[in-house]
């Protein structure tokens, strides 16, 4: 074996290492980041369940409104405080798009670019009386 043997050899063997530790860092990093997703996914999910457990305990307190308009009001002003949309970085926001119907709360909460949705009937946590609204 000569000289050009080795460096020739010597130098496949570095690029072949050096792929490699390429692919693992790519992997961890990957990793990392389905991990933060996976925590943001949580996160909003808790907040959609204390979205509904706000809703319910406030339906409890108050009683049933005749208006479903001034108890989405109330509700949102509620969620807009929750502790767990402030608990951590980057805080949650909610957003709030056009519900399909009356008596509904379209519920967007985002955080770290995820989204997580949900569709809140008024009437079924006993915030409103339904039908109250419909004309």
Partial sequence: MN????????LI??????????????GF???AE?????????????????SEGTARQLASTQGPATDCQVAAGQLVSHLMVLPLAQ????????????????????LRWEAGGVQR?????????GLCQEGANAA
């Fill in 87 to 106: 608990a951590s970085n980057p805080p949650a926001s909610l957003s709030l798009p056009q519900p399909p119907g009356p008596g509904l709360l379209h």
């Fill in 13 to 26: 063997l570095m690029l072949g290492c050096s792929s490699s530790a390429q692919l693992w860092s790519q």
């Fill in 29 to 31: 990093r990957s990793g």
């Fill in 117 to 125: 949705e949900r569709l809140l009937s008024l009437s079924a946590v």
């Fill in 3 to 10: 000289l050009a043997e080795v460096v020739s050899a010597s």
């Fill in 34 to 50: 389905l991990a933060q997703r996976e925590a943001h996914m949580d996160r909003l999910e808790s907040l959609l369940v204390a």
